[in-house]
């Protein structure tokens, strides 16, 4: 399975960014899927999740009502709304997969198979 992610880049506080991740190979409709980010000197951190038939969405605190994740199975693509972004929203965002294609809230990144490269999203204040 390959991951790509993509839309990243410089926006100011208050703004907001679509991220997109584009798969190939595998199952797509069968993973559940995940954004997490990672900013400098800190540790990599789930943003949101979404199940494999998108019907379960979790989001972390910091973001929830914020963020939005969405997927199109036929397009094999997740997306990631952001919205009303903060600096502290500064990080690297990733896309990953997970193929037990459940999700609950609890994931970790070790419980994520496959990984995109990951796209610098900063927001200046």
């Known amino acids: 399975v390959q991951l790509q992610a993509y839309g990243g880049g410089l926006v100011q506080a208050g703004g907001s960014l679509r991220l997109s991740c584009a798969a190939s190979?595998?199952?797509?409709?069968?993973?559940?899927m995940g954004w997490f980010r990672q900013a400098p000197g800190k540790e990599r951190e789930r943003v949101a999740t979404?199940?494999?038939?998108?019907?379960?969405?979790y989001y972390r605190k910091a973001v929830k009502g914020r963020f939005t994740i969405s997927r199109n199975n036929a397009k094999n693509t997740v997306d990631l709304q952001m919205n009303s972004l903060k600096p502290e929203d500064t990080a690297v965002y990733y896309c990953?997969?997970?193929?037990?294609?459940?999700?609950?809230?609890?994931?970790?990144?070790?419980?994520?198979?496959?990984w995109g490269q990951g796209t610098l999203v900063t927001v200046s204040s």
């Open positions: 990953a997969a997970d193929t037990y294609g459940v999700v609950d809230g609890t994931e970790r990144a070790n419980d994520f198979e496959y």
């Open positions: 190979g595998g199952t797509f409709s069968s993973y559940a």
């Open positions: 979404i199940s494999w038939n998108g019907r379960m969405t």
